[in-house]
């Protein structure tokens, strides 16, 4: 199956993957983190193209001379809450033009996920994470098989609107699983079109965990998507991507995503021990509460 991953245009460089969903100030664009674990798991059965039109300057018009010339079986739209109107409507558009199957994913679409299925250019939207989500869609459209049996997403059945159970959140062993969403940065994404303003230029952004047990007033990640429990990825796991990162990507700083990274010491003091044994040398920053530092 083709898969056409789409983080769609809107504003110049607005970063729907970005805490506070917005142009980003001085300069600052993040990475489609989220529909690049995607790709990283659906790339293992399915040919997928992962496209940053933010990012790219890429209007509405390159989208669909280039997902025309790519005929995908389906494709998948992110969306964040100030642009999902647009977000809406560039599926809508990709829809009439081609007639693919399409999925819009991303925080919005678990709390608003009616509203967003009388869109006549949605069929499916995912509730909460969707790395392995869009898998199971995927293989459900290619065999032939009922949707019913897909959990983690709503969608249309005979003009009404099917609320499946939501799935579980991604273990420890599921994020392990996952090939190094940096692979998928250098095959698909350019790095020098990302910048934190608080991190060396260029960067790569990746998670060695996710979601978070607190309740800061600034961020709703956790209650939208990621949830209230921190899963982690084994440190073995995560040294290999900061190896294969420093032997392969040019860039100067790994930043990771998790909400709070601090959160376990040990962990983040094991961690430490393996990167000065493996005699890593690649500047690595994190997010942090005062009382975990």
Request: glycine share 6%; proline share 5%; charged share 30%.
């Amino acid at each position: 199956m083709k898969i056409y991953m789409l983080n769609p245009p809107y504003m110049p460089h607005f970063g729907r993957s970005m805490r506070w969903q917005d142009t980003g100030r001085a300069g600052t664009l993040y990475y489609p983190i989220w529909l690049s674990y995607a790709t990283a798991v659906a790339e293992q059965q399915h040919k997928v193209r992962l496209v940053d039109a933010p990012a790219w300057n890429w209007s509405l018009k390159n989208v669909l001379e280039d997902v025309g010339r790519f005929k995908p079986d389906l494709v998948v739209v992110d969306s964040s809450f100030p642009s999902l109107k647009n977000d809406i409507k560039v599926a809508e558009k990709i829809k009439k033009e081609l007639g693919s199957t399409t999925v819009l994913v991303g925080p919005p679409t678990s709390q608003f996920s009616e509203e967003i299925l009388r869109s006549a250019g949605v069929d499916i939207v995912t509730k909460y994470e969707y790395d392995f989500t869009i898998m199971d869609i995927a293989e459900a459209i290619e065999e032939g098989k009922d949707l019913r049996g897909v959990r983690g997403i709503a969608y249309k059945e005979n003009g009404k609107i099917v609320h499946n159970p939501n799935r579980e959140s991604t273990s420890s062993e599921d994020l392990d699983k996952i090939p190094f969403v940096s692979e998928i940065y250098k095959k698909h994404l350019n790095v020098k079109d990302y910048f934190l303003n608080y991190c060396l230029y260029p960067m790569v952004q990746i998670f060695t965990g996710r979601g978070c047990p607190y309740q800061c007033t600034f961020c709703s990640w956790p209650q939208t998507f990621m949830g209230r429990k921190y899963r982690v990825r084994s440190i073995e796991n995560l040294l290999d991507e900061l190896e294969w990162i420093e032997d392969n990507l040019d860039v100067k700083e790994i930043f990771f995503e998790d909400d709070t990274f601090t959160i376990n010491k040990k962990r983040v003091i094991d961690f430490c021990k393996g990167y000065r044994e493996r005699s890593l040398d690649i500047s690595w920053s994190c997010n942090a509460r005062v009382e975990h530092t």
